[in-house]
């Protein structure tokens, strides 16, 4: 360190030297003053004056006078030459000296407030890496996260008798946790009213019984709802769900972004770049996660020494659609609830999405499973405009307008 601040000295003051000497010649060359150049020809003009007397071609008379009169000129550009001389020796230098504390004083500035880290010692890149895996391989756990994370406090505008419904379907799947039906809507719903927790812990009963059957987005989902129940940190439980889903199916779109998070989180902009350039460069542009990415991925090339143009696009929906509204065999059967209660809750979470979707738009994924929906609820007319709806927002897109076509047959609103 002290061998590094000896030369950072040395060279600050070469640096200033250097720049202070060719100011300084710089302006002695541009400022020769003209009353020299005057004073050579009025010492030639005497000189001339003083042959033509000896060789006689001037009177006596006559080269008197013109050596006063000459005499006169070189003592008056005499004393402009010296104003010159005391004109750029004052000023000149202080002007110039005052330059140079100013640039130091500025860099020392800059360093300490902005862009340096005064006294951090120096670190080498395979330290580096060393020190960010340390980090990763030892931060806080899933629990820690959720217990720091601010209280979830449910949504003002939701129906009380929705919130009923929930405590008893909560009641159902304590009393049958093996209820899978129960479970995915459990999921779900929790999710929808802010408690990610409860929402990830349903997921994770979802994964389990399922068990090999365990499809990528079961665990993306799950991997989600821990990034959200802990505020949008990666934890190793996170990341391990993150990987889960990532060996059953490497092009998940959800598990790749959350992937990336992870690395940026862990101090490995190098390894997140990569996959968020790459998974922005084959995503459609109202996949959840091209908005953040496309915020945010300028700056982590910056962090990963890559030189990055973000490409032109907008994306029209914010990440967390990974839960994208009711499925129509978990609409069909919630668990131990009566008639009216599961068709209360049906229609609370259609109402939900139905409302979602029309304030904030969605993906074609979501918009289908409202058709399907309505489609169980048998409400056909809505679903019939639903679906009209949707096409016209996704028209030009033949796989996301098949995607709503299988759902509307399936809602009965065409053949």
């Not at 959800?254 to 992870?262: D, H, T």
């Not at 304030?359 to 169980?376: F, N, T």
Request: glycine share 8%; hydrophobic share 45%.
């Amino acid at each position: 360190m002290a061998m590094f601040w000896v030369t950072a000295a040395g060279l600050v003051v070469a640096s200033c030297a250097a720049l202070f000497l060719g100011l300084w010649r710089g302006r002695a060359q541009d400022q020769m003053p003209e009353t020299q150049v005057d004073l050579r020809i009025y010492r030639d003009q005497l000189a001339e004056v003083d042959r033509d007397a000896a060789r006689g071609t001037l009177s006596v008379e006559e080269a008197a006078r013109l050596r006063i009169e000459v005499s006169r000129r070189i003592l008056e550009a005499d004393k402009q030459a010296q104003g010159t001389a005391a004109r750029a020796k004052g000023p000149g230098i202080a002007l110039t000296g005052a330059v140079m504390l100013a640039m130091v004083a500025g860099s020392i500035w800059l360093y300490q407030a902005r862009l340096g880290a005064p006294l951090y010692p120096d670190l080498p890149l395979a330290a580096r890496i060393a020190v960010a895996e340390e980090a990763r391989l030892n931060r806080p756990g899933q629990a820690l996260a959720e217990a720091e994370a601010p209280l979830p406090v449910a949504p003002e505008e939701v129906d009380p008798e929705f919130l009923t419904l929930m405590e008893r379907l909560r009641e159902t799947t304590k009393a049958r946790p093996d209820d899978l039906r129960g479970q995915e809507l459990l999921a779900q719903n929790e999710a929808r009213l802010g408690f990610y927790g409860a929402a990830q812990r349903a997921q994770a009963q979802i994964i389990r019984i399922k068990g090999d059957q365990a499809t990528a987005e079961d665990y993306a989902v799950q991997a989600e709802l821990m990034v959200f129940a802990a505020g949008g940190y990666v934890s190793p439980e996170a990341e391990a769900a993150l990987q889960a889903a990532l060996q059953r199916d490497p092009t998940n779109g959800s598990a790749r972004f959350y992937s990336g998070l992870m690395l940026m989180q862990t101090g490995r902009p190098d390894l997140a770049f990569p996959i968020w350039r790459d998974l922005l460069e084959v995503s459609p542009p109202d996949a959840p996660w091209v908005a953040p990415i496309r915020q945010d991925i300028e700056q982590l090339a910056q962090f990963a020494g890559v030189r990055y143009a973000l490409p032109p696009g907008q994306a029209t929906t914010l990440p967390g659609s990974a839960l994208p509204g009711p499925d129509a065999a978990a609409v069909a059967a919630a668990s131990e609830m009566s008639e009216a209660d599961r068709q209360a809750m049906i229609e609370g979470m259609v109402t939900q999405l139905n409302d979602r979707l029309a304030r904030d738009g969605g993906s074609a994924e979501e918009w289908a499973r409202l058709i399907s929906a309505l489609g169980v609820l048998g409400e056909t007319d809505r679903a019939r405009a639903i679906y009209a709806e949707a096409q016209a927002r996704f028209e030009g897109r033949a796989e996301d307008l098949a995607q709503l076509e299988s759902a509307a047959k399936q809602a009965g609103v065409v053949q």
